[in-house]
Nanobody, 123 residues
Framework: QVQLVESGGGLVQVGGSLRLSCAAS????????MGWFRQAPGKEREFVAAISRYGSSKDYADSVKGRCTISRDNAKATVYLQMNSLKPEDTAVYYC????????????????WGQGTQVTVSS
């Protein structure tokens, strides 16, 4: 498994931007497909975005498509989620996760999870 630590969350106004980071501490980061999920109070965990091991494949939830960009830097063992035009509906705890080897929208297929970072979008 790989250890994951999210950062970059915080409080932002409607229409603002945030860049979330997920740093991996482990071997062979490029072996992992990476995903971002979020969970708001009282709601189920929701898929946000995913990226394959080398970044050639990307997948986005319809709710964030066009506003978010997932990317990775394998040399830094880090995956990013750039979020623009933020809405109150984006408020949630955001988690990154790792799996072998490509993209997936299903959280249960991911083997490792970070602790999460809070994103709050104020209206």
């Amino acid at each position: 498994q790989v250890q994951l630590v999210e950062s970059g969350g915080g409080l932002v106004q409607v229409g603002g931007s945030l860049r979330l980071s997920c740093a991996a501490s482990g071997r062979a980061f490029s072996s992992y497909g990476m995903g971002w999920f979020r969970q708001a109070p009282g709601k189920e965990r929701e898929f946000v975005a995913a990226i394959s091991r080398y970044g050639s494949s990307k997948d986005y939830a319809d709710s964030v498509k066009g506003r978010c960009t997932i990317s990775r830097d394998n040399a830094k063992a880090t995956v990013y989620l750039q979020m623009n035009s933020l809405k109150p509906e984006d408020t949630a705890v955001y988690y990154c996760a790792a799996r072998h080897t490509g993209t997936s929208r299903i959280g249960a297929t991911y083997d490792s999870w970070g602790q999460g970072t809070q994103v709050t979008v104020s209206s």
